[in-house]
């Protein structure tokens, strides 16, 4: 099963926003498909977070490397990529490239040998996985009622992020995680992301130990993004004093960005995303290095039904990994999965234990919101 070919289809018209400072228009690029064609006809799919321009000139420097290789060897053929890219933009673009590349790669592999990818990432720990909703801060009510409709559709997780928390006052973040903690109750699990990966992100240090301590007394699951990603030292003292886990991560590449955080013991949980961080191949070694230095690793998943389909399958093959993100009200998510996200009476979703990643495509969904509907035809 060879490589012959590499297809994009970005995905517009329905982005939802992600709290950015420049915010997101439903038009805009922000994830792109990417299909894997084989000279059997078999096709993988995959996904990046990164404009389908970026994609493409990515692909221009990748496929002189990809074309005629096996697509029955993900992490040999991604590593022969990554090393071969440390002139040309690896880290960047490049590398959230290589991330959908690797899923698809993945998912041929698991459709070759008849086995979803999660056994073959090493096994099967569990049938299904927790998903914790995620949404964006809003003050006006809507968020309060959004979670309560929630909790009503079986949802037993949330994460609430980004919005006006940690940019106006302390007591407006208290008022915001009061509120959310009200309308899911004290049953569900409740984290709380400040979004420190925003553009001059104002919290700091001391705000976050304050901001920590506040939110210990809602029973917080965890405080995600509290400052700025690259202040290693001050992510250090705040995971030693606080009284809640801290997270993040999402913005990093490859498991060399996550080892020094690590080791320095930054985190509790690492959110890599698999969509622009390596994809499975490098998602799996970050979450078995969490584990060595007793972190977990939970995805970050604000992307595509792609992405949320090979985090399911990472959640089944990594012990720690007990739940996954998934963005509510996203039509990349919900609308793109033929037959859609069911929860069981548990709130938990199953893993697929289909070939490959388990997902088929909703052509309707592709057809509406994709710049090349046909891109994973064979």
């Not at 996904?47 to 990809?66: H, Q, R, Y």
């Not at 490239?97 to 041929?108: C, F, G, N, R």
């Not at 809640?244 to 080892?259: A, C, H, M, N, Y």
């Amino acid at each position: 099963m060879r490589i012959t070919e590499v297809r994009t289809s970005g995905l517009k018209g329905a982005t939802p926003e992600g709290g950015w400072s420049h915010e997101i228009r439903p038009d805009d690029i922000v994830h792109t498909l990417v299909a894997v064609h084989t000279d059997d006809g078999q096709v993988g799919i995959g996904s990046a977070f990164t404009s389908e321009g970026l994609v493409k000139a990515a692909l221009d420097v990748l496929c002189p490397l990809l074309i005629g290789e096996t697509a029955l060897e993900p992490e040999r053929v991604v590593e022969k990529l990554h090393q071969n890219s440390f002139w040309m933009g690896r880290g960047g673009s490049i590398t959230h490239t290589i991330s959908a590349v690797d899923i698809a790669l993945w998912d041929l592999q698991g459709q070759a040998l008849g086995q979803p990818v999660g056994r073959l990432l090493g096994g099967r720990y569990r049938d299904t996985v927790l998903p914790y909703a995620s949404l964006l801060i809003d003050e006006t009510g809507a968020m309060t009622d959004q979670l309560q409709e929630l909790t009503g559709q079986g949802f037993r997780a949330f994460k609430i992020g980004w919005g006006t928390f940690g940019r106006i006052d302390e007591k407006t973040d208290e008022r915001i995680v009061a509120n959310a903690r009200a309308a899911v109750g004290d049953d569900c699990l409740l984290a709380v992301d400040a979004g420190g990966s925003e553009a001059h992100f104002p919290g700091r240090l001391k705000w976050a130990l304050r901001t920590s301590h506040m939110l210990d007394a809602y029973n917080v699951a965890w405080f995600e993004e509290p400052l700025p990603p690259d202040s290693l030292d001050d992510f250090v003292t705040l995971r030693r004093h606080a009284r809640v886990p801290i997270s993040g991560g999402e913005v990093f590449t490859r498991r060399q960005s996550f080892l020094p955080y690590l080791q320095a013991g930054a985190f509790d949980i690492v959110q890599p995303d698999t969509t622009k961080g390596g994809g499975l191949s490098e998602s799996r070694r970050i979450g078995w290095m969490a584990s060595d230095y007793g972190a977990k690793l939970v995805p970050h998943g604000w992307n595509t039904a792609v992405g949320l389909a090979a985090d399911l399958q990472l959640a089944s093959a990594l012990q720690d990994t007990e739940m996954v993100e998934y963005k509510i009200g996203s039509a990349y998510i919900d609308g793109l999965s033929a037959g859609g996200w069911r929860l069981n009476e548990n709130g938990h979703l199953r893993i697929p234990d289909q070939p490959g990643l388990g997902l088929k495509l909703n052509r309707e969904g592709i057809e509406r919101w994709g710049t090349n509907p046909g891109f994973a035809d064979a």
